[in-house]
């Protein structure tokens, strides 16, 4: 597949459906891999963490999950055909669990959206298999690699946000042949704990600005915005000297 580096990142340069092709073929192959779905905000605690920036690079796609990574690509003359989500890439793949009947394991998020994910994914997706689901308020994760040993899940969601989710995938991608993917706040949007922008409001791509203001408790994590968007311009200009 094809990819594109921006700040010293190799992003997934498709379209979703030439992404969502490939995973089918990963799937049907059993192909071990790992998904890193990366906005703003991973790329400035990469940037400021060597170690979790080597992590991510040993991932088998990092995918441009925010807008500002698309607006980095078209400054630095480095486009990105289109933004694939987390979140859309989740409910993608519980379409494809459905159809071919696979094993899906779900780590993360309160207990009470755990409670409601089960009673959805049962309700809209009968034929998964679910392969175990807990909550992301764990002392020890020793429960949920028991069941991914047990059970060898076809498919591993992790919601434990960033950088947890990606080094619990990181050091248990050997458990199992599966795609594992770190999805964020993905468990509360499916479960409408927390409600996703209207399609028109993400179409102008201003679903970040829709989440601060339902949920100003996030500001403090948008302030990575303003900084990751001083850093594209630096890099932009010191490319021109």
Known sequence: MKTQKILNFDFVNATNQEFQTELIKLIDSKQNTFIVTANPEIVMYARSHPN???????????????????YAGKKLNTPLQERITGFDTFLFLLKIAQEKKLKVLFYGAKPEVIAALKEKAAAEYPDIKVAGAFDGYLS?????????KENQPDLVFV???????????KNNFHLTNAIWMGIGGSFDAFTGKVKRAPKVIQKINLEWLYRLVTNPSRFKRYLAIPKFMHVV?????????
């Open 233 to 241: 311009k630096k890099t932009k200009k010191d490319r021109v000297q």
């Open 159 to 169: 919601a434990l946000g960033a950088p947890k989710q990606e080094e619990f995938i």
């Open 140 to 148: 020890d994760p020793a429960p949920v690699q028991q069941k991914i």
């Open 52 to 70: 979790f920036a080597e992590l991510i690079r040993t991932a088998s796609f990092i995918t441009p999950d925010g807008i500002g990574i698309i």
